[in-house]
């Protein structure tokens, strides 16, 4: 008994092992050195222990737009790009010809580069001394004014960083929701139709309550994806984020190591810390709403 139980374990060492390595211990790491004033990473000295490091970064002014704009990404891009593609998912599964070419069509942006998709926003959006962009042409044309996207008012920076984002995360839940549309089970719906029931009341009783595991792991994985949004932004605005306004909270983790103001490890493992504790906090809650309103 002891042999059988312990084979188990034995096959999970090489993943234990791998994932202590590089997941628990550098977690672990950045814990120690959110807590260590004035650490030297040349050197690997500080001056002290305590809480300023947090202190410091809930004050930078830096930082907290960088915890704003993050939000913002995440409460709008994450519930708009679900609702999107379970829109289109559902326009896909009611096709009987060319299904699959369009399912190919939606994907396409998943496997391009991000930054080569940042840089068609981008000159779509921006205007310059030579050329309004196509977006602001199709403005002037319908009487409005044009509007520098990538340059300009902060909320039109915001648009486009969050219709890119959207953009670029359709494809994947197109695919995952267009998936869990298929396994449905057919007997539901027939006879939902013998009973003549509405289109909405079928929707809402058949097939959303059949695919809300899948809803809800694409709203979790969002979450997380969004709020560790950085490089879309570098893509669009460039790597001075900070100038333009749109830097975020990983964005914020990387200057601290590695940008103008980089060389203060110290602030980047508690703002880090700090991002941790905001993910873990806001998927515990998604967790416990979903034990309610997801069908197992």
């Given amino acids: 008994m002891k042999k059988n139980s312990l084979r188990p374990w034995l096959y999970l060492l090489p993943a234990i092992a791998f994932l202590g390595l590089f ?3 550098p977690l672990v790491d950045v814990f120690v050195y959110s807590f ?4 030297n990473s040349a050197s690997q000295t500080y001056f002290g222990t305590g809480f300023y490091n947090y202190s410091y970064v809930l004050h930078d002014p830096y930082f907290l737009q960088a915890v704003k704009n993050t939000f913002l990404i995440v409460m709008i891009t994450v519930p708009v790009s679900t ?3 379970l829109m289109i998912s559902l326009g896909l599964s009611s096709l009987k010809k060319l299904q699959e070419l369009y399912q190919t069509i939606y994907f396409l942006p998943y496997v ?16 310059t001394a030579y050329s309004e962009g196509l977006v602001n042409l199709l403005i002037r044309f319908f009487g409005g004014s044009s509007v520098d996207f990538i340059d300009g008012p902060y909320w039109a920076k915001m648009f486009v960083m969050c219709f890119y984002t959207v953009w670029v995360v359709l494809p994947f839940k197109i695919l995952i929701l267009t998936s869990a549309l298929a396994s449905v089970n057919q007997d539901y719906y027939r006879a939902a139709r013998i009973d003549a029931t509405p289109k909405w009341r079928i929707f809402f009783r058949i ?15 969002g979450f997380i994806g969004a709020f560790k949004a950085y ?7 460039g790597t001075d984020l ?5 830097n975020t909270i990983v964005g914020y983790i990387y200057d ?7 060389g203060y490890p110290s602030y980047a493992s508690a703002a880090a810390i700090l991002l941790f504790a905001i993910v873990l906090t806001i998927t515990c809650i998604n967790l416990l709403f979903s034990r309610k309103n997801v069908t197992v």
Avoid: C, H, Q, W
């Fill in 36 to 39: 260590e004033e004035g650490y």
């Fill in 112 to 127: 391009t580069n991000t930054l080569a998709v940042g840089l068609v926003f981008m000159i779509l959006f921006k205007r």
């Fill in 242 to 246: 900070n100038s333009a306004g749109m």
């Fill in 256 to 262: 601290m190591l590695y940008g103008n103001s980089g």
């Fill in 83 to 85: 609702a999107f593609a």
């Fill in 207 to 221: 097939t959303l309550p059949m695919i809300s595991p899948m809803i809800f792991y694409l709203v979790i994985t």
């Fill in 23 to 25: 997941m628990v211990y």
């Fill in 231 to 237: 490089s879309d932004e570098v893509a669009l605005f």
